[in-house]
């Protein structure tokens, strides 16, 4: 069955995006597509902050794209070495909490250990950093143009200080629309889509509406197999569904534009996605 994901693929260490592989592993076979490039932003203001890490009680992460904002700030400045033996131990004696395995990862790579890994969600961060004791100074969140506003309003109402730095923004990818007519040429309509962002949403649904035409119902409502027909595998017809989300933002973005959400990843991983799919 086949499956279109619309995010950039990324190789891990066994040379396969984990999406394709676990995907794979129940039967499905997934394309990947991206639809979203980045700017970074304010990276002279965001790498004096870096600089100062005894104004700040933690760092908080919740996109890969605000850690690769502090390579980049790192590399810009020639504070790799200043990293490496100074600042890094500095923020390593506060706390970094993170959204999702994929950021977590990211964060271990520039040397600094991460909290909060497991929370699939900056909902489900929000609570875990109200759990914790209080600090008396801020967390500094470098985050993109376009966050949710949750995480930011409970660590208010809690009494939690933080300061946010807007570090990158969303663009749409320039390829999305050529490849997105490659893939409905070659594979047809696709069984399941599954959008990674709101913005990813805004940037293609568009394109895919057009492309679908009419057929957009043979996405949204799963069909099954009469009795007696041979259809492949009836677990894997039964179960597939048609427009999913990687996390709840997602989700209210999907149900904004009048979209059924028929599956919600319990938590941001190939494995959340496969298993919800």
């Known amino acids: 069955m086949k499956v279109l994901l619309l995010k950039d693929p990324k190789e891990d260490d066994c040379g396969q995006d984990p999406y394709i592989r676990e995907l794979g592993l129940y039967g499905f076979e997934a394309t990947l597509i991206p639809v979203l490039s980045f700017e970074f932003l304010s990276l002279p203001s965001f790498s004096e902050k870096l600089s100062h890490p005894e104004g700040y009680g933690g760092l908080i992460f919740t996109s890969p794209r605000a850690v690769e904002a502090v390579e980049l700030c790192l590399e810009k400045d020639n504070k790799t070495e200043v990293w490496k033996h100074s600042l890094k131990e500095k923020w390593n004696a506060k706390t970094v909490y993170v ?148 996390g709840p933002s997602t989700a209210r973005a999907l149900a904004a534009q009048g979209l059924p959400v028929s599956c919600t990843a319990e938590s941001p991983t190939p494995q959340g996605l496969a298993t919800g799919l």
């Open 99 to 246: 959204v999702g395995n994929a950021t977590a990862s990211l964060v271990n790579k520039i040397g600094l250990d991460a909290e909060g890994a497991n929370c699939g969600n900056a909902e489900k961060l929000a609570e875990y950093i109200c759990s914790r004791e209080s600090p008396a100074l801020p967390l500094l969140f470098p985050c993109g143009t376009v966050k949710g506003e949750i995480l930011p309003q409970m660590l208010k109402d809690r009494g939690i200080p933080m300061e946010s730095i807007t570090v990158y923004q969303k663009v749409p990818h320039p390829g999305i629309q050529v490849n997105l007519n490659s893939y409905y040429a070659k594979q047809g309509i696709p069984a399941s889509i599954t959008f990674f962002s709101p913005s990813g949403l805004a940037y293609s649904l568009k394109h895919i509406q057009e492309l679908s035409g009419d057929n957009i119902d043979r996405i949204k409502t799963p069909r099954l197999p009469f009795p007696g027909q041979n259809h492949g595998p009836l677990w894997l017809v039964e179960m597939a569904r048609p427009f999913a989300a990687i």
